[in-house]
């Protein structure tokens, strides 16, 4: 069993930053494929970002690249979105997805990102 503990939301001006953190516990060292996904408000889940097998990263659309950073701390099984650059359209909550090597996919609560003006 693997749990993901997302951390680092909160309110934000626009044109600020927030780094969000992804802590994994548990099974952490079966984990092959971690990422970032966020809900706006009458949305559906979207991804932001994303860590897959090999370390590769990938990002969801031009609207965050060049502004949102995906990183990781092996060391403390924790995955980093750091958002830079924020604008109101990246107001949701922002959750951390985990997929072991036996298929299963683990979510966290979520942590809440608001950007006003």
């Known amino acids: 069993q693997v749990q993901v503990a997302e951390s680092g939301g909160g309110l934000v001006h626009i044109g600020g930053s927030l780094r969000l953190s992804c802590a994994a516990s548990?099974?952490?060292?079966?984990?092959?494929?971690v990422g970032w996904y966020r809900q706006a408000p009458g949305k559906e889940r979207e991804l932001v970002a994303r860590?897959?097998?090999?370390?590769?990263?990938?990002y969801a659309d031009s609207s965050v690249k060049g502004r949102f950073t995906i990183s990781r701390d092996n060391a403390k099984n924790t995955v980093y979105l750091q958002m830079d650059s924020l604008k109101p359209e990246d107001t949701g909550v922002y959750f951390c997805?985990?997929?072991?090597?036996?298929?299963?996919?683990?979510w966290g609560q979520g942590t809440q990102v608001t950007v006003f003006s």
């Open positions: 997805n985990a997929i072991s090597f036996q298929g299963s996919s683990f």
């Open positions: 548990g099974s952490a060292s079966s984990i092959f494929y």
């Open positions: 860590f897959t097998n090999g370390g590769i990263t990938n």
